[in-house]
Structure formats: C-alpha cells, structure tokens
C-alpha cells in the first residue's frame, strides 16, 4: 500500500472511495512512530470490537457513525473526532455511509 505524497494540498475525503458492502482503507503516512490511515465505510459495516495497545483519533469526514468506547455509545456526524483510549474495547458501525481519518500515535 502506497502512501500520499508529501508537500501537497490533500483532499482526504476524495482519497478514499465507497465499496459497496465492504470498508475500504488507504494509508497516508507510516513511520516507527505511528500512522495515518483514511477509511470509507458503506452502510452498516463496521469493524467489530478491538482494542489497540495506542490512543487512536478517529476524525469523521463525511457520513455518521456510532463509536462504541468501553461500551458507552457515541453518534458522530462529519466534523466531529474522538479518541479512542489505548487498551479500551471499541468499535465502529456506519449509520450512513461515512468516510474518517484514523491517526495513530505510538508513544
């Protein structure tokens, strides 16, 4: 998987394409310290619960969603971004179709 070229105006929402029934990811950037990773989700996919060993900030581009973090829901719409504590159960599922902007960072 590629990443985005760098020093240059990018459009992320228009980076990542919908597939029908499916999620789709493209990364942006990966290093030793972390990673930047874009997803378009259709309608009712989602990814399933997970924990992961980094906070992660998950910032909706377009669409709404509903994340899920040490089981207390939360309804986020384009615009809005959350973090998702490392080592803490969480998920996500499309309400609509949405597109975000996963960031990861090892510390």
């Known amino acids: 998987?590629?990443?985005a070229p760098k020093s240059q105006v990018l459009n992320l929402a228009e980076m990542v394409n919908y597939q029908e029934g499916?999620?789709?990811s493209r990364q942006i950037t990966k290093a030793d310290t972390g990673n930047v990773?874009?997803?378009a989700f259709d309608k009712d996919q989602g990814l399933?619960?997970?924990?992961?060993p980094f906070d992660a900030l998950v910032h909706i581009l377009e669409g709404e969603?509903?994340?899920?973090?040490?089981?207390q829901p939360f309804?986020?719409?384009?615009g809005?971004?959350?973090i998702m504590p490392a080592d803490e159960?969480?998920?996500l599922k499309a309400i609509q179709k949405f597109k975000m902007l996963l960031t990861m960072i090892r510390a």
Do not use: C, K, Q
């Open 48 to 52: 399933s619960e997970h924990t992961a």
């Open 80 to 82: 809005d971004a959350i």
């Open 65 to 71: 969603a509903d994340v899920t973090i040490s089981g």
């Open 22 to 24: 499916s999620v789709v």
């Open 37 to 39: 990773t874009l997803f």
């Open 89 to 91: 159960p969480h998920a």
């Open 1 to 3: 998987m590629s990443t």
């Open 75 to 78: 309804r986020l719409n384009a």
